[in-house]
């Protein structure tokens, strides 16, 4: 079945530093991927979408790239900061289901 | 943007009791909603799916029985679980989604956190 894997958490940075959280995907078809953020006692909010191969996703300094030959959607951001303390999660939608599958998340934490 | 709000944001309960959760959209109408469970350090899973004024479709493993799925409104849907057990403790979490435009994507509540002792 369809399937995303994310890396493991937590990741702890500096302010100011380069993030990269990796995002794999298994899936028939061609998915939608998307990057949700949650901030602490929130909901999730989508942070960015890509709909089809070599689309970028962007959104506050965030950025991933739909990837076909490596079935990848990684994030990055050059310069975080400490408001960027979240979970990130990594999901796809895949064969115009309306479902989302969601990866595990991963806990980012900045120092100031 | 679009707002959902859950109720409550925690809850205990007692072994054998049935517990609510409503997840309303506070600024849209949403014309499906949809349950997930989340345990820790794991992702979301889907429970169910349900379309305003019609029965929710469940994921395959979700006891329909047990977690009982109510979308009477564009912007109320609520879960009650019914009968609850240690192991239904978790993290429940709601989306919403509109009819089409800018609320087609999901729109997540903040969660309600049930512990049953």
């Known amino acids: 079945g369809d399937s995303v894997t994310q890396m493991e958490g937590p990741v702890t940075l500096s302010e100011e530093a380069f993030l990269t959280i990796n995002c794999t995907y298994t899936?028939?078809?061609?998915?939608?991927l998307f990057w949700y953020v949650q901030y602490p006692g929130e909901g999730l909010q989508l942070l960015l979408k890509?709909?089809?191969?070599?689309d970028k996703g962007s959104n506050k300094g965030f950025e991933a790239t739909y990837r076909k030959e490596t079935t990848s959607f990684h994030l990055e951001k050059g310069s975080v900061q400490v408001s960027d303390s979240a979970v990130y999660f990594c999901?796809?939608?895949?064969?115009?289901?309306?479902?989302?599958?969601f990866g595990k998340g991963t806990k980012l934490t900045v120092n100031p | 943007g679009a707002v959902v709000s859950q109720h409550p944001s925690r809850v205990i309960c007692k072994s054998g009791t049935s517990v609510k959760i409503e997840c309303r959209s506070l600024?849209?109408?949403?014309?499906?909603m949809f349950w997930y469970r989340q345990f820790p350090k794991q992702s979301l899973m889907l429970m169910a799916t349900?379309?305003?004024?019609?029965?929710?479709?469940?994921e395959q493993g979700v006891e329909k029985d047990k977690f009982l799925i109510n979308h009477a409104s564009l912007t109320l849907s609520t879960l009650t679980v019914t009968s609850a057990h240690p192991e239904d403790s978790s993290f429940y979490i709601c989306?919403?989604?509109?009819?089409?435009?800018?609320?087609?994507?999901?729109?997540f509540g903040p969660g309600t956190r049930l512990t049953v002792t």
């Open positions: 600024d849209f109408q949403a014309t499906t």
């Open positions: 999901a796809l939608s895949a064969g115009g289901s309306e479902k989302l599958v």
């Open positions: 989306s919403a989604r509109g009819a089409g435009g800018e609320t087609y994507e999901q729109y």
């Open positions: 349900s379309n305003e004024g019609s029965k929710a479709t469940y």
């Open positions: 899936a028939t078809g061609y998915p939608s």
């Open positions: 890509a709909t089809k191969a070599d």
